[in-house]
C-alpha cells in the first residue's frame, strides 16, 4: 500500500527549496552594536535582496521575510526551475552580503514543492525537500557557513 502524502489540499510540484541564514548573526550584532528588533545594515539587506529574487524567479516566501525587523533567515521555495539556474543570483546575494562583513549560507535542493507560505516549523519539515535543505544548511553552518550548496 503506498501512502500518499496530503499537503494542507496543495498539490507538490518539482521546484527548488532555497534556504538563507546568515552566519553566526547573534555575535555580529552584539560586536557592531545594531538593533536585534529593527533593520539594521545586513538583515535590510537581505530583506531588499530576497524580495528581488522572489519577484525575479516568481517564487514564494515561504517564511522568514520581514521588513519590520529586518530578514536574518528565510525559505523561498520556487517552482519548475533547477537550482542550477539559480546559481548566479544566489552568488550575488552572497557577494552582497560578504560586502558588509557577515557571512550567509545558501542551500538550493531540487524536489517537491507547495509553494505556499508556512508556519516556521513547516517551513523547515513539510515536504522533503525542506527536511534536505535544513539538514544540509546545518551541516554548513557547522562547517563554518558563508557558502552555497546546490543539491
Known sequence: MVRKRVYKGYSPVRGTV??????????????????????????????????????????????????????????????????????????????????LGVGITIVAVRGYVVAQPSSQREAYTLTPARRQAHSVLRKAKRRGGNTIIVV
Not at 42 to 47: H, Q, V
Not at 54 to 81: C, M, N, S
Open 18 to 99: 532555497i534556504m538563507l541564514d546568515l552566519d553566526q548573526f547573534g555575535e555580529i550584532v552584539r560586536e557592531r552594536g545594531w538593533s536585534e528588533y529593527s533593520p539594521n545594515p545586513a538583515t535590510a539587506l537581505l530583506t531588499r535582496l530576497v524580495e528581488s529574487f522572489v519577484r525575479k524567479w516568481q517564487g514564494v516566501v515561504v517564511y522568514g521575510l520581514d521588513e519590520e525587523r529586518g530578514t536574518e533567515e528565510a525559505v523561498i521555495e520556487i517552482p519548475f526551475v533547477e537550482p542550477e539556474e539559480l546559481v548566479e543570483d544566489l552568488k550575488r546575494i552572497k557577494e552582497e552580503i560578504n560586502r
